[in-house]
C-alpha cells in the first residue's frame, strides 16, 4: 500500500482528484465504483470543476454504485443513489445507460445484488475503485465480519455504523438500517483502490487497517494483501508514529 500524507482536507480532495484524472486520462472508458459521504465529495467537486474548464474528461467512464440503504426512493434525501447523481452522475454529464445502480427502493434486493454482481463481472470488474474508511473498518457497507469473498448482498448496518451515519440525516431514528453494498470480492478484485482517510476519529481503525493482522473483523485489513491500493490520509488520521 502506497501512503500520500496531505495536510488538510482540500489537499486531499485535489490529490485524490489529481489521482483519478491521471487514471481516467491513461483509460476513459473505465469503470469506477465510488464512494459517497463527506470524505469524496470535495474531491467530486474538483473533477467537476477540471471538467468545466475542460481538463477532465469522464464522457466514457462508467460508474458504479457503491452501496445504498434499503428502502429508499432516489429523491429521498438520505438515498445514497439520489446523493451520487447530484455529486456526480449529473454534474459530469453521464449518460443513465453508463450508470450501474443499487436501486434502494427494490422490493427485490437479493436479486438486485446478483444482477449488480453479474454487470460488474460481465464488464471484467472495477477498474477503479474510490473508498472511504468506515468507523469499524467497513469498505462500503461491508460491515465487520466480512471476508475478502463476501459477494454484493444485504446488509445490516453495525451500531457504529449507525451513529456514523446519523451525523448526515439529524439522529439515529432518521437512519435506514438495512443495506445494500459492493461486495468485498469485486472491491479487491479492482485493478487500483484508492482510500480516503480524513480527520482524527479515522486514527484508530487507520492504524489497525494499515499495521493489524489482516481479520474478517476488520474488513479494510484485507487491503493489506491488494496490489494496488494508494491511500491519501490527512495528518490528523496517522497513526502515531507514522506521523512522526
Known amino acids: 500500500m502506497e501512503l500520500i500524507t496531505v495536510s488538510d482536507y482540500a489537499e486531499l480532495s485535489n490529490q485524490c482528484a489529481l489521482m483519478i484524472k491521471k487514471f481516467v486520462d491513461e483509460k476513459p472508458d473505465a469503470s469506477i465504483v465510488l464512494a459517497m459521504g463527506n470524505t469524496p465529495l470535495g474531491t467530486y467537486e474538483v473533477l467537476t470543476e477540471m471538467k468545466k474548464r475542460g481538463e477532465f474528461d469522464p464522457s466514457q467512464l462508467t460508474i458504479y454504485q457503491l452501496d445504498g440503504y434499503l428502502g429508499l426512493e432516489p429523491s429521498d434525501p438520505r438515498s445514497l443513489e439520489g446523493w451520487l447523481r447530484k455529486t456526480v452522475i449529473e454534474p459530469w454529464g453521464i449518460l443513465e445507460s453508463q450508470f450501474v445502480k443499487l436501486p434502494e427502493n427494490s422490493d427485490h434486493p ?3 445484488c446478483l444482477d449488480y454482481e453479474t454487470k460488474v463481472k460481465e464488464a471484467g470488474g472495477f477498474d477503479l475503485a474510490v473508498l472511504g474508511l468506515g468507523p469499524n473498518g467497513h469498505l462500503g457497507f461491508n460491515e465487520p465480519p466480512s471476508s475478502a469473498f463476501a459477494p454484493t448482498r444485504v446488509v445490516p448496518l453495525t451500531k457504529e455504523s449507525l451513529i456514523s451515519n446519523a451525523i448526515y440525516w439529524g439522529g439515529m431514528e432518521h437512519v435506514p438500517t438495512m443495506s445494500m453494498t459492493a461486495g468485498m470480492n469485486l472491491l479487491l478484485s479492482s485493478c487500483q483502490i484508492i482510500l480516503l ?4 476519529h479515522k486514527k484508530e481503525i487507520f492504524e489497525q487497517t494499515l499495521r493489524g493482522k489482516i ?11 491488494h496490489g494496488n491500493v494508494k491511500i491519501i490520509a490527512d495528518k490528523l488520521a496517522l497513526p502515531g508514529e507514522v506521523a512522526k
Open 110 to 112: 437479493e436479486a438486485v
Open 197 to 200: 482517510v480524513n480527520g482524527g
Open 215 to 225: 481479520d474478517d473483523s476488520i474488513p479494510s485489513s484485507h487491503l493489506q494483501s
